[in-house]
């Protein structure tokens, strides 16, 4: 019967194991001079030889023939343990056995001298899935056990276990594995099983994997499952591997961001709803746009990038030429944009019309000034050789001129033009999940705001609204002060608060509602 890779090779001894020197130097070391704990802790991200180091210090305190610190392989007691006839190891998943009964059952078991080996040793896989109660029914015997019992724990998740249980273990914390360690290991993978399998190729799935040696090694499997690399003569690519494992049918996202950088919402628009129609999950979209936007402002901050990034050498100087045409602020803004928007995402009725609403908040920014001209002076579909679309002309917004009386709560914009230094107007995107938030916390002042929209100039968020009552209302301190902790608590921005009025011809300051509904008592 076949055997998958990451089964096959798993690591037999400690110096077969792959960027863990740290973990294995300490632990033979220990088994060499005797030197044992009663409780181990692993951590660390998935994949990293956790379970693996678990089951060779499980043959190692158990070998017959052990040599330095490291299991023979070859006596009784070390193959059985590998084919898992010997009883006295124990291996326990606790996402499925995670109840108090099952622990108690473990506890009950330890009271058994070992069968053949020196130790009885329990290896209990994601610890952290165990219940409040199985902790606690754990914690005597994992602090007091027996002489013969070795408890080893592992998990991804550390933080989730209590502080009562780290106390009781010897810790030790896997690192993820470099893509250089990982490339080097599939390439003698390879080469054990006659695989053709190219040094890019083997580099690609090594950072695809993100440091874990058992997705490397099953995203091998994936590529060679067409018989690829075996005795058809075909080598395996990075080209490959790109479009086996899916990375190659990514380009919409390099088109999603020329739209967005173009400001051309009917492109954007048709890209969503192309994507919708192929089955794409929206919200799996919004985090794979949002990483595209990390690897283009990795590439404009960090002097060596290409360790940063997982694509190919295609897909690299296509990320070079687009973060051409990007600023670090702008991609800022989009990603804080996205960011808020995959949150939107998990609690969204309609997770297409959000994420065009995300879209749409990206296109309309006003950052036209934090946009650098590509290397060819031409934007950069035309420059990519992709179609060219109709890009929308937005009307141009009436600049307020700004005088902030001091200490008062909020402030009317008069109409004007604006000086050669004045800052540009750009409409507030989240103004309207600002509006949705004071719904909750005042709900007299949401419904003021209703149907109106606001803008950033500087400092000042400028409301526009028809409704006279609107100035009254930001007069008093307590609405004032509730509106900037909702959009504090949206944008995470402190703004002053000011009314926007567009062009005032007549130049005379508004009157306030109040004196206007005063003066017509009088006359009545």
Known sequence: MYQVLYRKYRS??????????????????????????????????????????????????????????????????????????????????????????????????????????????????????????????????????????????????????????????????????????????????????????????????????????????????????????????????????????????????????????????????????????????????????????????????VRSPREFLTCTEEDLQLYQTQAACCATPQLLQYMETLERAAGNLRRSADRRMEMELALIRLCVMNNAELTPPGPSGHPPRERRGLDQSATPTLAPIPHPVVSAPAQAPFVHEGGGPKGRGEQEDRLFAEWLEVVSHLRQSNPPLSGILEGSAAYIRGDFLLIKSDNPALGAFIRQNIHAAGLKDAIFHVADRKVRLGLYKGDDKSGAPPKDPLELLAERAKEL
Not at 193 to 203: C, D, F, G, K, V
Not at 246 to 261: I, K, P
């Open 12 to 301: 037999p001894t400690f110096a077969d194991v792959v960027g863990q020197d740290h973990v294995t130097t300490t632990l033979r070391r220990a088994l060499a001079t005797g030197r044992l704990s009663h409780a181990y802790l692993f951590t660390g991200p998935r994949g990293t030889g956790k379970t693996s180091c678990a089951r060779i210090l499980a043959k190692a305190v158990n070998c017959l023939e052990p040599q330095d610190g490291e299991p023979c392989n070859v006596c009784e007691l070390c193959r059985g343990i590998d084919s898992g006839s010997i009883l006295d190891v124990i291996e326990i998943d606790a996402a499925s056995n995670n109840g108090v009964d099952n622990i108690r059952d473990l506890r009950d078991e330890t009271n058994f001298t070992p069968a053949q080996g020196k130790y009885r040793v329990y290896i209990i896989d994601e610890v952290h899935m165990l219940s409040a109660g199985a902790f606690n029914a754990l914690l005597k015997t994992l602090e007091e056990p027996p002489s013969y019992v070795i408890f080893i724990l592992a998990t991804t998740e550390v933080h989730k276990l209590p502080a009562t249980v780290l106390s009781r273990c010897q810790r030790f914390d896997f690192h993820r594995i470099s893509a250089e360690d990982i490339s080097k290991r599939l390439l003698h993978v390879a080469e054990q099983e006659n695989i053709a399998l190219e040094p890019a190729a083997a580099m690609l799935l090594a950072r695809v994997a993100d440091g874990a040696m058992r997705d490397s090694l099953s995203l091998l499997d994936r590529c060679r499952a067409d018989g690829r690399g075996l005795s058809s003569g075909e080598v395996i690519t990075a080209a490959y591997v790109a479009k086996c494992i899916g990375m190659a049918d990514r380009r919409y996202l390099f088109e999603l961001t020329d739209s967005v950088l173009e400001k051309d919402i009917p492109r954007c628009l048709e890209l969503i709803h192309t994507l919708y129609q192929d089955a794409c999950d929206m919200e799996r979209l919004c985090e794979e746009l949002l990483f595209h936007m990390r690897n283009l402002l990795i590439l404009l901050t």
